[in-house]
């Protein structure tokens, strides 16, 4: 049975966080393959798109970068690479790969083709997308591929783009301007209607998320509002894709979104996924599940075994945790002061057999699950979590502050050996 753990990370084979932001997931003979932008813990900078599949959402492989950094031009040194879509095109049995490329100030925004033999392989990189012959200077994308096989490129503000038949081109604007200050566009189609969603323009924060629906991709569009609890900032997270996914109960739309965690975004950045409720007035997620199946719609829970009322914003005050299992998983609290935890769990003989960092803020509090480790053969351990002093700040182009106002941890409980 699939199961998805959100809002924490993830980790592959290897006991590596699943490191894959802005994200899109697709299905091939069986297998689901999730493409994302491949980050690090200390800069912005373009290391490449990577690429991991699974069957269940809760084993994760590590195939690679699906598209390494280039020599020059608009994926090379100190570029930014974001947003990557994959496509496979049903006329020539190629991937196509889109994404926004830019300068590190993000002030020349392009965007990117690449192209691919197999969907696990690496792509080779083409240049600009071509709109009339010249490249569309766009950044925030999305994508959507309708039942006859015809793509569509999404862009902020809201410009949808025909593309050609072998998805290697922008042939026509089909709509223009529908969502001005939008950005991070997804697109999907439920009974018959289409949902095309948007977040306002917060950098790396998180914001109420919106959406528009049509009978037609062409429109009329019309502004539906908010499809999360209002101030919840849509649990959390800011909307990258959405997929569907065959289940007991159905065909499902899954929202597919990001919560963000500036700078340390390899560590402590996760994904969002969750069941859409879309029908002919409209679209929902009405509610958070922090684990669910997406067979069967369940939802798993999750509480602590033991209570901790562990606080600390003093750089390297820790909370030490011995624990006999296979398996541990952390709970607490999440909020404007928040800042990084280190996370270091050690066996019997003492040697560090995970390390990793993850996030306390959140600009609205949230209490629950934060860490649920890799497996590690049954044994004693310690779990180690220290209070690093950092908290995730950021700056937007006009050089407004963002982020969090402290470095807090704050731990509530925990539990070993779990089956969740
Ligand atoms: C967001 C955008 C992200 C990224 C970020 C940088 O608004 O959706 O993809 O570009 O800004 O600040």
Redesign the pocket.
């Known amino acids: 049975m699939a199961k998805i753990y959100n809002g924490i990370p993830w980790f592959d084979q290897d006991g590596n966080t699943v490191n894959a932001h802005?994200a899109c997931i697709l299905k091939e003979k069986g297998r689901w393959y999730l493409f994302g932008e491949y980050k690090t813990d200390d800069e912005?900078k373009y290391i490449g798109f990577s690429c991991y599949s699974t069957l269940d959402f809760t084993n994760w492989k590590f195939e690679g970068l699906a598209l390494p950094p280039q020599k020059d031009d608009l994926l090379g040194p100190d570029r930014?690479g974001?947003?990557v879509k994959v496509l496979k095109c049903p006329k020539t049995g190629k991937f196509v790969m889109l994404m926004?490329t830019d300068d590190l100030k993000?002030c020349d925004p392009c965007i990117g083709l690449a192209v691919g033999d197999s969907i696990n392989g690496e792509f080779t990189f083409q240049g600009p997308l071509l709109y009339q012959g010249k490249p569309l200077k766009m950044?925030?994308i999305g994508t959507f591929v309708d039942d006859d096989g015809t793509a569509y490129l999404l862009t902020h503000e809201g410009n949808i783009y025909r593309l050609s038949k072998d998805y290697t081109q922008a042939v026509e604007l089909i709509a223009e301007n529908i969502a001005p200050g939008g950005?991070?566009p997804a697109c999907f189609k439920a009974k018959g209607k289409y949902f095309l969603l948007f977040?306002h323009?917060?950098?790396?924060e998180r914001n109420d998320n919106y959406y528009f629906m049509a009978d037609s991709l062409y429109g009329p569009w019309e502004y539906k509002g908010l499809f999360c609890p209002k101030g919840s900032l849509t649990y959390n997270s800011?909307c990258s894709f959405v997929f569907h996914y065959d289940g007991e109960k159905g065909r499902i739309p899954v929202y597919m979104g990001d919560r963000?965690s500036?700078p340390r975004q390899a560590s402590a950045a996760a994904l969002v996924l969750l069941p859409i409720e879309a029908g002919e007035s409209g679209m929902e997620i009405p509610q958070y599940l922090e684990i669910w199946s997406p067979d069967t719609l369940n939802t798993i829970p999750a509480k602590p075994e033991k209570l901790l009322s562990f606080r600390s914003n003093v750089e390297g005050e820790s909370c030490v945790i011995p624990f006999h299992g296979s398996r541990i998983a952390l709970f607490g609290r999440t909020f404007q002061e928040g800042g990084y935890a280190d996370i270091d769990i050690f066996n019997g003989e003492g040697k560090l057999v995970h390390k990793t960092a993850i996030d306390f803020y959140s600009l609205v509090p949230c209490e629950g699950l934060r860490y649920l480790s890799p497996m590690v053969p049954e044994g004693d351990y310690t779990l180690k979590v220290t209070v690093s002093g950092v908290g995730g700040v950021?700056y937007?182009k006009k050089g407004d502050r963002f982020g969090s106002k402290g470095c807090f941890v704050e731990l509530t409980g925990w539990k070993a050996d779990v089956n969740l």
């Open positions: 802005g912005n930014i974001e947003r926004h993000y950044w925030d950005e991070s977040s323009k917060t950098s790396w800011q963000w500036f950021w937007n």
